[in-house]
């Protein structure tokens, strides 16, 4: 999605919205009454946007878009999917079998790489689609429909992870920022040891939802001291940071199902030393509503998105566990460029189009806007050919 201003107030609220928002709020009361108190960050996180008909990502409002909450590239322009493409192309060439595409949203990301594959001759056997959403899933449906006839047969959805190995590509755009983390607040200790708390959601005294600090459990406190050790400088006192403990069981799911290929995984995010930086003391914790960005994941529970960014040392720590080998990691930018922008842009039909998607590349390219912010890696099984989307940049050597 695009990183827009955060701005300090928030659209009204209708009828209709108020009384989903209340409706998502007394659930979560429930589990932090049920849990003793208290309950995690990552628990609430899932619960706000996955609880099936009350998540964000399980309801029916629109979330993509410009009547949504937050633009994403293949909303954006066919222009990242016809770049993607080509990528997806070459691998297909190669391997044969499947396209596995991870958090489809609107389906508009699929619609261009049928299309466009179709183009160049190199449509993968079958184009399936993960999606846990029944929401998202029924937009997908109505959207691909309208594909000709030979391209939306191809389509298929799934409930979870195929049951036997995968030959092809697989694509996660946006997926990793919305797995839910676990927040930490580092603060000082007896001596030379720090204290490492969770911080997570409680009730106060009127029963509404606050921020509340735990101290954390074994796996986190693990994860964040590892973290620690490996960092260039020490983190400060009252640092807060997130860490997703679900990345590492996910890259293992997916290294079980691929039998040969290649993973793209794109999404904003930055190396470790970079993520977790000793001027960066608030984290990356971000909401998404109206197209307004804002740090309160208690607002709006149930109708607002909630996302950090992504530790992309981490994924490629979990890939190699995971026996994926780590392939390409590089800008966005750098990504289309190797990709082909320039030729795709040179098949605009008239000056008019040149011009509409000029402005559309820059938004996906520019430093400022998504170019930079957004990253893709690569990580591959029994896979030896070029990789053109990562020929123009090589950044692996930041990780």
């Known amino acids: 999605m695009t990183i827009p201003p955060t701005l300090s107030t928030l659209p009204a609220l209708d009828a209709a919205e108020r009384a989903h928002a209340e409706q998502v709020t007394s659930l979560v009361r429930g589990r932090i009454e049920a849990a003793g108190g208290w309950l995690g960050f990552a628990d609430f996180m899932r619960l706000v946007l996955y609880e099936p008909g009350l998540g964000y990502y399980s309801s029916g409002a629109t979330k993509f878009g410009a009547a949504g909450d937050f633009v994403t590239a293949p909303e954006m322009s066919p222009l990242f999917g016809r770049c993607l493409a080509r990528q997806c192309a070459d691998v297909l060439a190669v391997t044969g079998g499947d396209l596995l595409e991870f958090g489809a949203g609107s389906g508009a990301l699929a619609a261009v790489l049928l299309e466009e594959l179709a183009a160049l001759g190199t449509l993968p056997d ?75 959601v409680a009730l106060d005294s009127h029963g509404a939802l606050v921020e509340a600090t735990r101290t954390a459990t074994p796996a986190l406190a693990n994860a964040v001291r590892l973290l620690e050790r490996e960092l260039p400088q020490q983190l400060p006192d009252n640092y807060h940071g997130e860490i997703c403990l679900e990345l590492e069981g996910w890259l293992a799911g997916l290294g079980a199902v691929l039998r040969r290929g290649v993973v793209l995984l ?134």
């Open 126 to 200: 079958r184009y399936r689609i993960l999606e846990v959403s029944a929401d998202l899933r029924a937009r997908q449906r109505t959207r691909l429909a309208a594909l000709p006839a030979a391209l939306a047969s191809r389509v298929e959805w799934l409930d979870r992870w195929p049951a036997q190995r995968i030959t092809g590509v697989v694509v996660a755009n946006e997926v990793l920022d919305a797995m839910p983390v676990e927040r930490f607040v580092l603060r000082a200790g007896a001596g030379a040891i720090r204290v490492i708390d969770s911080l997570g």
């Open 266 to 399: 794109i999404d904003y995010g930055l190396p470790r030393p970079h993520l977790y930086h000793p001027d960066r003391t608030a984290g990356t914790l971000q909401c998404h509503f109206r197209h307004r960005a804002h740090g309160d994941p208690l607002r709006h529970v149930g109708l607002q998105d909630i996302t950090a960014w992504v530790d992309f040392t981490r994924v490629a720590e979990s890939g190699s566990r995971a026996a994926l080998e780590l392939q390409g990691f590089v800008t966005q930018a750098g990504f289309l460029i190797g990709c082909g922008m320039e030729n795709v842009l040179a098949t605009a039909r008239d000056e008019r189009e040149r011009l509409v998607q000029a402005g559309e590349a820059r938004r996906l390219m520019m430093p400022g806007e998504m170019g930079e912010a957004f990253k893709v890696m690569a990580l591959g099984r029994d896979y030896r050919a070029p990789l053109r989307g990562f020929g123009w940049q090589d950044l692996r050597g930041s990780l």
